[in-house]
């Protein structure tokens, strides 16, 4: 199909957002956020629900186009940046970014795939329950489940295995398959989830994320404490976990690391202090 007919027919599905044909208005689509992954796309598509995903696909299927999906652009290994060919085409999830359903109760909610982490844990504030899957960007839950992001928090928390409860994914044909279920205990069935979990589109496009979630602890605390060698540092995480103190969070920073966080935060003073 030559690129004019391509043109018409991705214009005749009729998606509520047009799609982006312009070189110019693909700069932000076609870069990685560090500039170190940078390709070129055909056009950029920004579905509205799983419906105009699933019409999309199905065409670049037909048609043998190759489709990038693209979450929150945080990734740290090129995988939403196209190749520079400028034969693939982008899939933004960025308009698919509604909350479906919150059930504080259940601790659960349903999410559109390019809500982020914290627009999530902005809506559930007063509802004593919170998203803990932390992995330091503002990431898509749906680019999150892809690519099974983690982070500090899952000492405690898990990680995105732990937390996805089910997912609404469209197949490369089209089809439109839901796994999961919300129930914690049942046996039913091939464990599906977990397949898409990790596979970064290459088995099909996430629309929609079901989450477990977590009470908001009453009380929080945080402290520093420095160590005179690595071995003692990981003796003492070891016997934190055995001791089974209800820690969230460990981190270790080298001395190098910690000059670089001290000079960065201008914490002179504790510098001093440490000396
Ligand atoms: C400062 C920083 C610290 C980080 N620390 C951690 C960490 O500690 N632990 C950790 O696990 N990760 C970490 N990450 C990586 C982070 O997990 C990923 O950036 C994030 O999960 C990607 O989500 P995204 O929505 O931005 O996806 P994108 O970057 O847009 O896409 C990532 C991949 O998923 C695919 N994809 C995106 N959305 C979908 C979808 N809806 N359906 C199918 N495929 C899709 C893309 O094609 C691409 O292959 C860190 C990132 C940053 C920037």
């Known amino acids: 199909m030559n690129s004019i007919n391509i043109e018409n027919n991705l214009k005749s599905l009729q998606l509520q957002y047009p799609p982006i044909f312009n070189k110019m208005d693909h700069e932000k689509y076609v870069n990685d956020w560090r500039e170190q992954y940078v390709g070129k796309t055909y056009a950029v598509l920004r579905p509205s629900n799983t419906e105009e995903v699933s019409n999309i696909l199905k065409f670049a299927s037909e048609n043998n186009i190759t489709i990038v999906p693209q979450g929150g652009n945080t990734g740290l290994c090129g995988g939403a940046t196209p190749d520079k060919s400028g034969n693939s085409i982008i899939l933004s999830l960025e308009k698919m970014n509604k909350v479906l359903s919150v ?24 509802d004593g329950v919170f998203f803990p899957i932390d992995p330091g960007a503002d990431a898509a839950l749906g680019g999150m489940a892809s690519t099974s992001a983690s982070g500090t928090m899952a000492v405690k928390y898990g990680t995105m295995r732990t937390v996805v409860s089910g997912l609404t994914v469209v197949l490369p044909s089209g089809e439109i398959v839901k796994t999961g279920t919300r129930t914690k205990k049942s046996s039913a069935g091939y464990n599906l989830t977990n397949l898409f979990i990790g596979s970064e589109g290459t088995l099909g496009v996430i629309t929609e994320v079901h989450l477990r979630l977590s009470p908001i602890p009453e009380s929080i605390m945080s402290a520093v404490c420095h160590f005179p060698d690595l071995e003692t540092a990981v003796l003492t995480s ?13 981190e270790m920073l080298n001395k190098d690391q910690m000059e670089i966080c001290i000079n960065y935060s201008k914490l002179e003073k504790y510098k001093n202090k440490r000396e």
């Open 103 to 126: 059930n504080a109760g259940d601790f659960d909610c349903r999410v559109q795939a390019n809500v982020t982490r914290k627009q999530l844990n902005e809506h559930l504030r007063d």
């Open 238 to 250: 070891q016997e934190v976990i055995q001791y089974g103190v209800p820690i969230a969070r460990i």
